[in-house]
């Protein structure tokens, strides 16, 4: 199980941090994904146990994915953040979705 949070309304430019944690120890890749109004899901940023990480093109320099793994628990910060980053957002690890939470940046 996945529990998410962190979401919520914020002005453009502005900062959040989403967290989500497992109900177990994942010992993979974690993720997040995100899914805009009227849109489809869309991968965002994933990260190994090992640190290694990426995130998509159109969030580089402002988002950054990390975790705590004697937490169980995945982090998103998004800075510098803008109308076309809201949506939901999903964490992710291989074969379970957490139940999403909501990002709102107003102009």
């Known amino acids: 199980q996945l529990q998410a949070s962190g979401g919520g309304l914020v002005q453009a430019g502005g900062s959040l941090r989403l967290s989500c944690t497992a109900s177990?120890?994942?010992?993979?890749?974690m993720a997040w994904y995100r899914q805009a109004p009227g849109k489809q899901r869309e991968w965002v940023a994933h990260?190994?146990?090992?640190?290694?990480?990426d995130v998509r093109y159109s969030v580089k320099g402002r988002f950054t994915i990390s975790r705590d793994n004697a937490k169980n628990t995945v982090y998103l910060q998004m800075n510098s953040q803008k109308p076309e980053d809201t949506a939901v957002y999903y964490c992710y690890v291989p074969d379970h979705w957490g139940q999403g939470t909501l990002v709102t940046v107003s102009s």
């Open positions: 177990g120890s994942i010992s993979g890749i």
């Open positions: 990260i190994f146990s090992s640190g290694s990480a």
